[in-house]
């Protein structure tokens, strides 16, 4: 699928005409996320949040993805993009003030419970323990982060298979 790792971190149905939208093939199916899998994505999405947000968000967790060695992840899953990594957010109108700010992802990440980490990190692939060590192990913080991020996008990747 076109733009895979984005349109399950993303997980909405396209919606034309808003700020930072990329493409989302047409045949994607919102999948139902499951209680553990929802706090984590609404730590690092939003809560209650509109698309505009989740727009700006998504492209923030992109492009870190996108700049560090952890993009193989993300073109592993399918090496087709159609958006550009980017730090440009001059589509947005000014930045959001609801969302937690990426440098603190970390710490309101770490007060989840153990249970719920130790789930999100427990893909049937063999990555799992990878985004682990970014997530636990790794000193810079797009690490931590990208390595709970896509230890999410796994998770929705199996999602998508269960349905």
């Known amino acids: 699928m076109i733009n895979h790792s984005r ?3 993303l997980n909405a149905l396209p919606a034309p005409g808003i700020a930072g939208e990329e493409y989302i093939p047409p045949e994607y199916k919102v999948r139902t996320v499951p209680p553990y899998l929802d706090q984590i994505r609404k730590i690092l999405i939003g809560n209650n949040v509109n698309r505009e ?3 700006y968000r998504v ?3 992109m492009t ?3 700049s560090t060695s952890l993009s193989k992840y993300v073109y592993t899953m399918d090496p087709r993009v159609t ?3 980017t730090i440009d957010m001059q589509c ?3 930045e959001p003030v609801t969302l937690v700010p990426l440098p603190k992802l970390p710490t309101v990440l770490t007060e989840i419970a153990d249970a719920e980490l130790i ?3 427990s893909t049937r692939d063999n990555v799992a323990t990878t ?5 636990h192990e790794h000193k810079q913080l797009q690490y931590q982060i990208g390595g709970v991020t896509l230890a999410l996008i796994y998770q929705m990747d199996e999602l998508n298979e269960l349905e």
């Open 7 to 9: 349109t399950l971190l």
């Open 53 to 55: 947000v989740q727009n």
């Open 59 to 61: 492209r923030q967790l």
């Open 64 to 66: 870190l993805l996108h």
């Open 83 to 85: 958006y550009w990594p």
């Open 92 to 94: 947005f109108k000014k």
């Open 119 to 121: 789930t999100l990190f």
């Open 131 to 135: 985004f682990w060590e970014y997530w």
